[in-house]
Every structure is written in structure tokens, then in C-alpha cells.
């Protein structure tokens, strides 16, 4: 079994900064593919940064140049620094972990991005 347990959701003025981690624990062999997803109210779940096994990152247009996904293999813990955050950024941001063929995922935490 694996869990996802995310933090460093919050309220945040337009053009500040968050930081969210995804700290996952549970059976895990090798590295597997990590990566965020976020769910606005109204709208399908997207997928906004992805890292491979391998190290390979890809970002979803809306958020290239802005955020940054990181992860420390040996602490089973990725990250997502966003900056520049937009309004338009509001949702609730979900952690994955793609392990054995199977999807893992967190509880989700709210970022919402307002003055």
C-alpha cells in the first residue's frame, strides 16, 4: 500500500509563491513517476508538472516558466514550487504517484491565489 500525504496549500496574493510537498510512504520499488494534477471548481482534473523515473520533467503550458517540480529521492518526497501565481491558478492540487501500474493519490490541499 502506498499513501500520499501533501502540504503547503494555501491563500496567497497574485504574484507570490507557494511550495507544496508530497511525501509518500508505504512499499515502493525504484523510483517511480511522481507528479501534481490540480482540480478547479467546474472544471476536469489537469495534470501540471510530471517527473519520470528517469528525471524527465514536463510542465503544462500554463504554468511553464512559473512552476517547478522537484523531488528527493531519498526522503520518497516531491515538490512544487510555484511563483507567479495567477488567479487563475485557484484549485485544489493533487499529488500522483504512478508505481507498479497502479495510480496513487493524495488527499489534495487548496491553493487559492486572491487579493
Known amino acids: 500500500q502506498v499513501q500520499l500525504v501533501e502540504s503547503g496549500g494555501g491563500l496567497v496574493q497574485p504574484g507570490g509563491s507557494l511550495r507544496l510537498s508530497c511525501a509518500v510512504s508505504?512499499?515502493?520499488?525504484?523510483?517511480?513517476?511522481m507528479g501534481w494534477y490540480r482540480q478547479a471548481p467546474g472544471k476536469e482534473r489537469e495534470v501540471v508538472a510530471r517527473?519520470?523515473?528517469?528525471?524527465?520533467?514536463s510542465y503544462a503550458d500554463s504554468v511553464k516558466g512559473r512552476f517547478t517540480i522537484s523531488r528527493d529521492n531519498a526522503k520518497n518526497t516531491v515538490y512544487l514550487q510555484m511563483n507567479s501565481l495567477k488567479p487563475e491558478d485557484t484549485a485544489v492540487y493533487y499529488c500522483?504517484?504512478?508505481?507498479?501500474?497502479?495510480?496513487?493519490w493524495g488527499q489534495g490541499t487548496q491553493v487559492t491565489v486572491s487579493s
Open positions: 508505504g512499499t515502493i520499488f525504484g523510483i517511480p513517476a
Open positions: 517527473k519520470t523515473s528517469f528525471g524527465l520533467t
Open positions: 500522483n504517484v504512478l508505481h507498479n501500474g497502479e495510480n496513487y
